[in-house]
Nanobody
Framework: QVQLVESGGGLVQTGDSLRLSCTAN????????MGWFRQAPGKEREFVAR????????YYADSVKGRFTISRDNNKNTVYLQMSSLKPEDTAVYYC?????????????????WGQGTQVTVSS
């Protein structure tokens, strides 16, 4: 069973960049499609980005398209989320998640494995 550990969160200012990392321990990382979700206080967990297991396909929420880039390195068992032009509304706990399910990529319930989350705070 895979365990996911996120890192890279922090406090930044509007317009700054930040890169999140998520490293998998155990399991077969290259067999999982990987996603990033986020959850702000008082809100539901929402889809941010998703990359297929071979990195051949990527998907983004409209709210981050053009600002965030998801990538992965299967040799390092790591998925990344490069975030740029950050806005206060990007403030949330960011979670990485893994799944073998190809469809329903926007739904948290489609992902079997989750990290503990990393806080990103963007000040205005």
């Amino acid at each position: 069973q895979v365990q996911l550990v996120e890192s890279g969160g922090g406090l930044v200012q509007t317009g700054d960049s930040l890169r999140l990392s998520c490293t998998a321990n155990g399991g077969s990382f290259s067999t999982y499609h990987m996603g990033w979700f986020r959850q702000a206080p008082g809100k539901e967990r929402e889809f941010v980005a998703r990359i297929s297991r071979s990195a051949g396909s990527t998907y983004y929420a409209d709210s981050v398209k053009g600002r965030f880039t998801i990538s992965r390195d299967n040799n390092k068992n790591t998925v990344y989320l490069q975030m740029s032009s950050l806005k206060p509304e990007d403030t949330a706990v960011y979670y990485c998640a893994g799944t073998t399910t190809y469809n329903r990529i926007y739904y948290p319930t489609s992902y079997a494995y989750w990290g503990q989350g990393t806080q990103v705070t963007v000040s205005s």
